[in-house]
């Protein structure tokens, strides 16, 4: 183009990577081949909980010719280092889950690697287990620290106690959530070159480079110079590449420094889902007071998560899950108490939403029963006690955005038809006796970014860099692991510098290349990264202005001679930004008040479903998802973001299943855990609304966990409006249904 192109934020521009993907041109970790290259492999424990008594190396094997790597031969800390660093990269003298790594192997011949693992013989003495959150709160067996628990957190707000007395109404109730599978396309891989002249170097599948570097620091003992890692194309993460990884690569590294070769270690789909982290389980207790006229007068929550054996993210899922716990509604009187408890199942771990689906689900099916109590319908009871602008949350956070939750719902009602829906849906259930229909709404909000002063304490760095012929290059670790990293940047990037989106280009996550930006996790990339991409790239472009070689009103040519003229002349064309967090923001880590987040995301979604009396089967029929973001970057993407993360909430309502048995999952394959096809989701109509946050790229907030959280309770509020049934706990499987029906 001769002229600037000024409008590339709001257009579905085409994505950076889509021609790789499509033609197969993208190189995933295991289409990376190095000379010498050989394969690793992990040996796991076959029970929950014991002490290791021996290790045997059985069969007709050539066993000198494979590395053997035990815990005995990590030179540094063997921890998998995280928040409390509590779980070992192999275990040593006792296991605490299934499937805990014990043993590593390293061969050039990946059919013998997997004869040798089969032959590999752990003798362990077994322990007593814990596979309950309540045999862990009980204490029925200690297992961690003094009491099974990680992580408590405590919300007050008001004086709930003073409350109850004066009550026209109180509520209560128990929700349950199971756990869930990330289950992205591609598993978990790791490459790994390591000696002692070099350090190490990781190429990997992963969503969070420098988590994976700093466990890298601590397990060999090594300077940060002498650490690299690469992320490789990651065929998506849903949060289950965000710690994980770190634990594969330290035994990728540890094979490779003992053998003197590259190894490559990479999990098939039955050891991925039997071995990695899952969406915690959780229990959720509430007790509402609320008066006759259905305004909330309190709100007592218990929230209880499972974070298995080790603490790994447990902390972080329980406080989001903690805070999201009231949801966008206005109470002077709030207690939240949560825990995370240890059990004896591998650890769960991060996953869209971490917290917020779990806590929420309980928020949106408890208040159908307060309105059913007061005898309100169920939207006005919301109504009556929305957030408006000016007023408080649970943490005390003070809304100063404008905020119409009334305007957002009346429309998701209008879209979906619902009044009219709920009319002949009555009707229609009345003559017939095997198919019920029903709709039914959830309301909520999410926070962007890491809570309260997460993001202060990470100091984000992002950097923009210009070649002498104008091209500009994005650093960041922040990946592309399919949600659309790279192209929402470079329109940030190119609108900020009024250049082609073709004219910038990311460089590849490496942290021996680009700055900490951060995790890409917590819905934080577009809203956190995407900001400090803007002002660097506003930094670059004021450089070259105070330089005297650029005007304000500037063409793509003046742009080029501009670039090829300052590095002739001055050398590299940077611009850094560092994370500085928005005026007015305060969190108090001690008494866990203030602003927990810059921003909100806030939604309402309504399901349609039809129950099947038959075989028990729900199915959603249809389902309208309108939610405010902010500025929305590019509008394919982000439908696309509430379209698959519905799909994955689905799953999470009605289909997806963890069978455990003894703390190992049973059915780890895709034949048996059953998620949704296509042939299973209904059409999916996705809206926005637009209020652009001031200190968001554009004006742009989170998005891509918003989607996760609304539509289990919208999918059961549906479902008690089909069968007059009311049923707590999720996955709702046609079994659960038919007991509870039949009890």
């Known amino acids: 183009m001769s002229t600037n192109q000024t409008q590339i934020v709001g257009q579905s521009i085409q994505r950076k990577e889509g021609r790789d993907k499509v033609t197969g041109a993208m190189r995933y970790v295991d289409d990376l081949l190095f000379p010498e290259m050989w394969f690793g492999a992990t ?47 192999l275990a040593d003298k006792f296991v605490n889950h299934a499937e805990e790594p014990v043993v590593l192997l390293a061969h050039p011949d ?67 959530t199971g756990a869930q599978e990330q289950l992205y396309i591609e598993p978990n891989g790791m490459i790994a070159m390591a000696n002692a002249d070099d350090g190490v170097t990781v190429w990997g599948s992963l969503q969070c480079p420098y988590y994976v570097h700093k466990a890298l620091l601590k397990l060999f003992g090594l300077p940060p110079d002498k650490v690299r890692v690469i992320q490789a194309a990651t065929g998506g993460g849903f949060g289950g590449k965000e710690e994980y990884p770190s634990m594969i690569a330290g035994h990728a590294a540890l094979l490779a420094w003992k053998a003197g070769k590259p190894v490559k270690l990479i999990y098939d789909r039955a ?54 716990a009231a949801g966008p ?91 009219a829906k709920k009319e002949r849906f009555a009707e229609h259930n009345a003559t017939n006796a095997t198919q019920k229909k029903g709709i039914g709404f959830a309301t909520f909000l999410h926070g962007a970014g890491f809570t309260g002063s997460g993001e202060r304490f990470l100091e984000s760095v992002v950097g923009i860099e210009a070649t002498a012929t104008g091209n500009v290059c994005i650093l960041v670790a922040s990946t592309e692991i399919g949600q659309g990293t790279n192209t929402i940047l470079s329109q940030i990037a ?80 940077k611009s850094f930004s560092k994370y500085e967090a928005p005026p007015n923001i305060f969190w108090n880590d001690e008494t866990y008040q203030g ?37 929305v970057i590019n509008p394919v993407l982000a439908a696309g973001q509430i379209e698959g993360g519905v ?9 997806e299943n963890v069978v455990w048995d003894n703390g190992t999952m049973r059915n780890n394959q895709m034949t048996n855990y059953i998620m949704p096809t296509s042939e299973d ?20 907030k989170g998005i891509g966990e918003l989607p996760m959280d609304g539509p289990a309770p919208a999918i059961l509020n549906a479902i008690e409006s089909a069968i007059g049934v009311r049923v707590n706990c999720i996955p709702l499987l046609p079994e659960t249904l038919m007991k509870v029906m039949n009890a």
């Open 595 to 631: 602003d927990a987040y810059g921003a909100y995301a806030w939604a309402v979604y309504v399901a349609e479903v039809t129950v099947n009396l038959v075989t028990y089967e729900t199915r959603v029929d249809d389902f309208v998802a309108l939610q405010e973001v902010g500025k």
């Open 110 to 176: 990946k059919y013998l690697l997997e004869e040798a693992r089969r032959a590999v013989k752990i003798d362990i003495e077994p322990l007593p287990a814990l596979f309950t959150m309540d045999d862990a709160l009980n204490q029925t067996e200690i297992i961690w620290g003094d009491d099974n628990v990680f992580k408590t957190f405590l919300v007050e707000k008001g004086n709930v106690d003073d409350v109850w007395a004066s009550a026209d109404f109180i509520v209560e109730g128990e929700y349950e």
């Open 43 to 89: 040996v796991r424990s076959p029970i929950a909980r014991g002490r290791i008594r021996s290790i045997e190396f059985t069969g007709n094997l050539p066993w000198h010719e494979f590395t053997i790597v035990t815990a005995k031969d990590i030179s540094g800390q063997n921890c998998t280092a995280l928040i409390l660093d509590d779980q070992p990269c």
């Open 271 to 324: 050891e991925d889902m039997a071995a990695t982290t899952k969406r915690h389980p959780s229990r959720t207790r509430h007790r509402t007071a609320v008066n006759k006229d259905g305004k909330l007068l309190a709100m007592d929550i218990e929230f209880v998560i499972d974070g298995g054996a080790y603490a790994t993210l447990s902390s972080v899922v329980l406080s989001r899950g903690t805070i999201h």
């Open 647 to 655: 799909a994955q909430a689905i799953g999470y309502a009605l289909y």
């Open 494 to 573: 190119a609108e900020a510098l009024r250049l082609d989106y073709e004219m910038i280009e990311l460089a590849q996550p490496d942290t021996a290349n680009v700055p900490n930006s951060g995790p890409t996790v917590a819905s934080r990339t577009c809203m956190i990264v995407g900001k400090l991409v803007e002002s660097a790239a506003l930094g670059l472009k004021q450089t070259l202005v105070q330089s005297g070689l650029l005007t304000d009103d500037y063409s793509l040519d003046e742009w080029r001679q501009a670039c090829a003229i300052y590095i002739a002349e001055h050398g590299a064309l």
């Open 681 to 700: 989701l209904p059409p999916i109509r996705v809206f926005f609304e637009e209020n652009p946050y001031t200190y968001g790229p554009s004006g742009a």
């Open 329 to 419: 509604y206005a109470c002077d009187n709030v207690r939240v108490r949560s825990k995370a408890v240890a059990t004896n199942h591998p650890p769960h771990g991060a996953f869209r939403g971490f917290g917020a689906p779990q806590s929420i689900f309980a928020l949106e099916r408890h208040l159908n029963k307060v309105a059913a109590t007061v005898g309100l319908r169920p939207e006005e009871l919301r109504r009556r006690n929305f957030l408006h602008e000016g007023q408080t949350t649970a943490t005390g956070q003070v809304i100063r955005e404008k905020l119409d939750l009334d305007g957002l719902l009346t429309r998701a009602l209008e879209l979906s038809d619902y009044h």
